[in-house]
């Protein structure tokens, strides 16, 4: 079969603006037109959505050639961006004509509502600006290499060396990953001060003082507030980090060590590198046969994206770091991205973004305003699926020691990432409620919040290294305010695992039936067709940890 990521992208303004005038024309005067105009917009924005998905993937998987990206920037000048005020007039038409809206479409005319009133004209240049800016992030940083034993590395190759069983290798990699990130350090700097300017900007023309409470309402975040995310900020520093900072002294103890450093917290504490697969085609039959243990459909959907060339998998020179699910809905099927290595983390990976493939299956039916746009509820599923794979892992690690080391992992991880979650929300939540700072300012603040969420790490003599760590962190630059969703879902995740422990049939019902809601009700809701709650209270949030803790002492007897 012909590789899709050479087919051809051919959508022209000329031929995409008669369809959104008939859209703006089509006269709606009962439940059923209603009903019919949401269908007819599905189906064009699903175009555009599947047209825009291509151009994101061949850019991706072709990061080394300036004609993808090119192309990629061209779409969003003469597409997406001209299509911005003809999206706002659609769902201006469907408010005005929310009285014919019949039942099951309130939620929805709300989330729309939101936008009407938080799109302002002048903010348009300004957001294709942002988005093209942003990108200069992935470029810059993608573009470091440094020299490592002799030869030139990239940030992501130097990455693997923080597993080193070797300390002194770890920390070489590690202090030489700052030595390239500081390179661009004035440059990244730069380009971050642009960007909060345009944030800025944008927030005063909706009429907020800040850019933080501008994108908690763009976000339509109904269910919390602000100040519930400052809770969920404590309720970690109370109850997670108390609980890792005796993990660290674990860590310390049987790695025989002081202190545990910065590069000292990936390594495998017995000095075993796991390798759950050797390559990327025995990658991808564990991971069927994993997938049909836990869910025939999973598998079967698995196996239709491996047959539609839907799946690319092994790192290689010339594509883009990370990982990603694209739907693309006129294709019926996801495509996932990722860069494999032979690591444990690529067997998280996979299932993560197998979760994200799993609710673009089962919400394509839905009008595209109640697809999957909510990142708690993006993210509640693709870290269920992998909490939830784990029991099947066994495909992957045939020695009952490796299974423990890697389900110790994935779980000690699931809670790891909380404070350095915190942190980036934190960290966002300061620097746009204080618009005004210096750089210095930036980085002075962002050390003290490394202080107040240090899982039990020796930072000692590393200041300037402390301070900058934030530069790494792409969501930063690239998409505000995108960052604080995966600490909700991970204690939604966490809940859901849980569940599964419990009664695994009855969960995996409520995940399914979870999965096919989509965005169709307030988060709070959705949350409990998935059999849990939306909660940040330090009660739950300890009840989370003493989960985490007795299955850890489980699998460690």
């Known amino acids: 079969m012909e ?46 959505r599947e047209e825009h998905g291509w151009l994101y993937i061949k ?80 470029t810059i940083v993608g573009n470091i290499e440094v020299d490592f034993e002799g030869e030139k590395k990239t940030l992501q190759q130097l990455s693997v060396y923080l597993r080193d069983p070797d300390r002194s290798t770890r920390e070489l990699a590690w202090r030489k990953r700052y030595e390239g990130i500081w390179e661009v350090r004035d440059k990244l700097n730069k380009l971050f001060d ?30 919390y507030t602000p100040e519930d995310l400052y809770r969920f900020h404590e309720a970690v520093e109370k109850e997670v980090v108390p609980y890792l900072v005796e993990r660290t002294k674990i860590r310390q103890r049987k790695l025989g060590i002081e202190s545990v450093r910065p590069w000292d917290t990936a390594v495998d504490v017995d000095g075993k590198v796991l390798k759950p697969f050797s390559s990327v085609e025995e990658f991808m039959e564990k991971t069927e046969r994993a997938l049909k243990r836990l869910n025939p459909t ?35 099927a996801p495509f996932i991205f990722m860069n494999a ?19 673009s299956f089962e919400t394509l039916s839905l009008p595209v305003f109640y697809r999957p746009h909510r990142m708690e509820v993006a993210e509640l599923a693709s870290m269920s699926l992998e909490l939830i794979s784990m029991e099947y892992w066994d495909e992957f690690y045939t020695d009952p020691e490796d299974l423990k080391k890697a389900k110790i992992e994935e779980l000690e991880g699931a809670l790891y990432f909380l404070p ?61 305010f995108y960052y604080i969703e995966y600490g909700i879902a991970q204690i939604g995740a966490l809940a859901i695992y849980r569940n599964y422990i419990e009664d695994p049939e009855k969960t995996l019902k409520d995940y399914q039936r979870f999965l096919s809601v989509g965005c169709s009700m307030p988060v709070d809701e959705v949350y409990k067709t998935a059999g849990i709650e939306l909660k940040f209270s330090r009660d739950y949030i300890r009840e989370i940890v003493d989960f985490v803790a007795k299955q850890i002492e489980e699998i460690e007897k």
Request: with cysteine.
């Open 3 to 48: 590789n899709p990521t050479r087919r051809a992208c051919t959508m022209r303004w000329e031929e995409v603006e008669p369809v959104v005038r008939e859209l703006l024309d089509f006269q709606i005067s009962s439940p059923e037109e209603f009903r019919t105009f949401i269908n007819k917009v599905t189906d064009f924005f699903d175009r555009v």
């Open 59 to 138: 850019m991706t998987v072709n990061a080394d050639k300036e004609e993808f990206a090119k192309a990629y920037e061209e779409f969003q000048k003469e597409i997406v961006a001209k299509l911005k005020p003809y999206e706002q007039k659609i769902k201006e038409k469907i408010v005005e004509n929310e009285h014919f809206a019949p039942r099951g479409y309130e939620h929805m005319i709300k989330v729309i509502k939101n936008d009407v009133e938080l799109f302002r004209e002048e903010n348009v240049p300004l957001q294709v600006k942002e988005s093209i800016l942003s990108r200069n992030y992935g």
């Open 194 to 223: 642009e960007l909060k300017e345009i944030r800025h900007q944008q927030a005063l023309n909706a009429g907020f003082s800040n850019y933080r409470d501008y994108m908690h309402r763009l976000k339509s975040r109904f269910e």
């Open 298 to 332: 999973f598998a079967e959907r698995f196996r239709l994206m491996r047959e539609k060339n839907l799946l690319d998998l092994e790192n290689r020179k010339g594509k883009a770091p990370g990982g990603y699910n694209h739907t693309l809905p006129k294709t019926g």
């Open 341 to 359: 290595v032979g690591q444990p983390g690529d067997v998280r990976t996979i299932f993560h973004e197998l979760g994200h493939s799993m609710h």
């Open 420 to 480: 350095w979650c915190m942190i980036v929300d934190a960290f966002q939540h300061w620097i746009y409620t204080n618009p005004d700072h210096t750089p210095k300012e930036r980085d002075e603040y962002f050390a003290y919040l490394m202080d107040r969420f240090n899982p039990g790490v020796d930072w000692s003599d590393l200041d300037e290294e402390k301070k900058t760590r934030w530069l790494f962190q792409l969501h930063i630059f690239e998409v505000p």
